[in-house]
């Protein structure tokens, strides 16, 4: 893999803290949810994503003495080998007394996945932790597929502007392999609905347009303007609000 098929993963290993932050701050408006069975495939996912990073970034003999000699890279595995990938019968589940131990653990966990593997990948990349998940946002503020038409339509005047009929949707990074001709493929990006919405959607079409065309473009924001992205989201909930009266 590529540095930046590399990033996907631990891209996707941060969205699930992202989650993770959301269900905390949000729990009064999606607790009737099985929020268990939620917390727990966000933590398969995690932890699947960045053994992948680690086995993919390094040669099998590095990769096996980082598992050794590295505690938390140890600990990441432990947890994929033994919970996530199977149900070992010796596995000790390490239990904490509140969500923001555990979401404290996991960036750690993460924090350090970046730094053992910052030669390989792209020297340009950031981790933005948003407290935002998309499928939890539209449940907890009740956004319909027909609301969330009238929403974009309102939102993004120029919504269908670009016409892709011509072209291939290249959806993962994943189906690089069976790219025969990348010029017949393009690579979706959407505005959604909040600016942490747009972030994450921003990231993830930086990653597919770089491994499809071999670029070096990526989207952050600094963190003195993070507040933003607060104030947006309350914004849009204003005027969701709107919407819904007329």
């Given at each position: 893999?590529?540095?930046?098929?590399?990033?996907?993963?631990?891209?996707?290993?941060?969205?699930?803290?992202?989650s993770l932050l959301y269900i905390d701050e949000n729990i009064d408006s999606i607790s009737n949810l099985d929020l268990y069975e939620i917390i727990e495939a966000k933590l398969r996912h995690f932890y699947i994503n960045l053994c992948?990073?680690?086995?993919?970034?390094?040669?099998?003999?590095?990769?096996?003495?980082?598992k050794k000699d590295d505690p938390i890279i140890n600990g990441i595995f432990y947890e994929r080998d033994k919970n996530y990938a199977h149900k070992d019968i010796n596995y000790e589940r390490?239990?904490?007394?509140?969500?923001?131990?555990?979401?404290?653990?996991?960036k750690k966990e993460l924090n350090h996945c970046l730094k053992v593997c910052k030669e390989k990948l792209p020297d340009c990349i950031t981790i933005n932790y948003v407290s935002y998940d998309k499928n939890l946002f539209r449940f907890a503020n009740q956004i319909s597929p027909i609301l969330?038409?009238?929403?974009?339509?309102?939102?993004?005047?120029?919504?269908?502007?670009?016409?892709?009929?011509?072209?291939?949707?290249?959806?993962?990074?994943?189906?690089?392999?069976?790219?025969?001709?990348?010029?017949?493929?393009?690579?979706?990006?959407?505005?959604?609905?909040?600016?942490?919405?747009?972030?994450?959607?921003?990231?993830?079409?930086?990653?597919?347009?770089?491994?499809?065309?071999?670029?070096?473009?990526?989207?952050?924001?600094?963190?003195?303007?993070?507040?933003?992205?607060?104030?947006?989201?309350?914004d849009f909930i204003t005027f969701l609000n709107e919407v819904r009266k007329k």
């Open positions: 893999m590529n540095d930046w098929q590399l990033a996907r993963y631990l891209i996707d290993a941060k969205k699930c803290i992202d992948i990073l680690i086995d993919n970034g390094f040669g099998k003999k590095e990769a096996k003495v980082l390490k239990e904490f007394d509140n969500r923001k131990i555990l979401i404290y653990k996991l969330e038409k009238e929403l974009k339509n309102v939102l993004f005047s120029d919504n269908n502007l670009i016409n892709g009929d011509n072209y291939k949707v290249f959806n993962d990074t994943e189906e690089i392999k069976n790219v025969a001709n990348k010029n017949e493929y393009a690579v979706i990006i959407e505005n959604g609905l909040t600016l942490k919405e747009g972030l994450q959607n921003r990231q993830d079409f930086c990653i597919k347009i770089n491994v499809l065309h071999n670029l070096k473009t990526w989207c952050t924001i600094p963190q003195k303007y993070e507040n933003i992205l607060d104030i947006n989201e309350k």
